[in-house]
């Protein structure tokens, strides 16, 4: 069938605003804390809240897009991410705000891995990456934006008014969504479900007995927990030892995101360089190093190159273990990409949990030195069990 430039600005705009959502949350721990009296341990659940809701909910969305359409839910996840989106700005008490984070994180979880499966349904095989590489941009953008703006918001407007602000995008992304072609033409047909739910959880079972699928998925829980977890803490710790604003501390998390950037934009010329393993290699090694220059820097610039050092070796590692995860199980690769971004945002939740009890605990900065000598062992060990080819540029 193919698709247009405009369906894939569609389809760029609620993973967007999916992504923005996602990460918008991490400049505000410190606003929370005073407006709800509580600690900021106890306020990062709420984030953990949103990974936990958003990574178990991948297992579903699957084999519910099968029966009720892919796009069709893609659609109506952004009508309702943009309702949870009031809702979060209307939550009265730390409780309330933690169940509509929730809530939003199971609904939006739907949007970025089903695009995926519907560009991969509709482009061709040697068009897709280009297409990919588009989303990728605007998921990337979309972890900038909501950084930076919900640090701006949160000092400036207050941070109720980021997710007035979040609701907006994902109505327009519905509205526009529900007009569009793309709608309109699987609303013609009967989805016709491609089998039971006892099978999909019985072919489930099936890929978690293989040792190459444990292997990559454990890789995957450690990344999420040892890279995302400390992630979330980091605009507290500029906060904090470089005496930044909470808006510039968002902003400055942008350069994470411009080290996303940097890395699909090199990343075939890198790939030829080093090969995978030495990118699983250099990425732990990058992301190690970003953490311990951040914690013994005398000066905010310091600070400032550790989160773009950051960014650029998270998404070295990621990239890998993506690869490997496309591969683990080729004769049933749906199920295995929803075990993978399953696992990943579980990885991410437990590791903030555990970063919250070492903030109130008072080893905020040993728990990141010990996430950075653990990324990198995890880095080497990635480059163990990597291909060493490297590819030939033409």
């Known amino acids: 069938m193919g698709m247009t430039s405009r369906d894939i600005r569609l389809l760029g705009l609620v993973a967007f605003a999916s992504m923005a959502s996602m990460r918008m949350c991490d400049p505000m721990l410190l606003q929370w804390a005073d407006d709800f009296g509580v600690t900021q341990g106890q306020a990062s659940h709420v984030i953990a809240a949103f ?15 099968q029966r009720l359409g892919i796009m069709r839910l893609i659609t109506w996840a952004a009508g309702v991410s943009a309702l949870l989106s009031v809702v979060t700005a209307l939550s009265v008490g ?37 297409t990919l590489a588009r989303l990728m941009s605007a998921t990337v953008t979309g972890l900038m934006a909501g950084q930076w703006f919900g640090g701006f918001a949160a000092q400036y407007l207050g941070w ?7 609701a907006l995008l994902f109505a327009a992304g519905f509205v526009l969504l529900f007009r569009s072609s793309m709608y309109r033409s699987q609303s013609l047909v009967l989805t016709q479900a491609r089998g039971s739910i006892t099978d999909y ?19 995957t829980l450690l990344e999420g927990a040892l890279a995302f977890g400390v992630l979330v803490f980091v605009p507290s710790m500029l906060i904090k030892d470089f005496s930044l604003s909470t808006s510039a501390a968002g ?17 075939r010329h890198w790939l030829a360089r080093l090969g995978e393993a030495g990118l699983a290699l250099t990425g732990g090694g990058y992301i190690a190093a970003g953490l ?26 990621h990239n890998v273990l993506q ?50 000598i653990g990324i990198a062992l995890l880095g080497l060990i990635v480059a163990k069990h990597s291909p060493s080819r490297k590819i030939t540029l033409s």
Not at 51 to 65: E, H, N, R, T, V
Not at 201 to 219: E, H, I, K, M, Y
Not at 251 to 267: E, Q, R
Request: a positive charge.
């Open 51 to 65: 990974s936990i809701a958003y990574g178990a909910m991948q297992l579903i969305y699957g084999p519910l897009g």
């Open 94 to 130: 730390l409780g309330g705000l933690l169940l509509a984070r929730s809530a939003m994180g199971g609904v939006a979880a739907a949007i970025i891995p089903l695009t995926m499966a519907w560009i991969g349904d509709q482009v061709a095989y040697d068009s897709r990456q280009q």
């Open 160 to 166: 109720r008014w980021a997710f007035a602000v979040l």
């Open 201 to 219: 959880l019985r072919g489930t079972l099936v890929l978690l007995r293989l040792l190459a699928v444990q292997r990559v998925l454990l890789f």
């Open 251 to 267: 902003a400055a998390m942008l350069l994470y995101g411009v080290g996303g950037l940097m890395y699909s934009h090199f990343a």
């Open 292 to 317: 311990i220059v951040l914690l013994i820097s005398p000066v905010v610039y310091g600070g400032l190159a550790a989160c773009l050092i950051i960014g650029l070796g998270f998404y070295m590692l």
């Open 323 to 372: 690869t490997q995860a496309t591969q683990m199980a080729p004769l049933n690769r749906s199920t295995a990409m929803t075990l993978f971004a399953s696992v990943l945002f579980l990885g991410q939740s437990g590791g903030v949990v555990l970063m919250s009890i070492c903030l109130d605990a008072g080893v905020l900065r040993q728990s990141f030195v010990a996430a950075a």
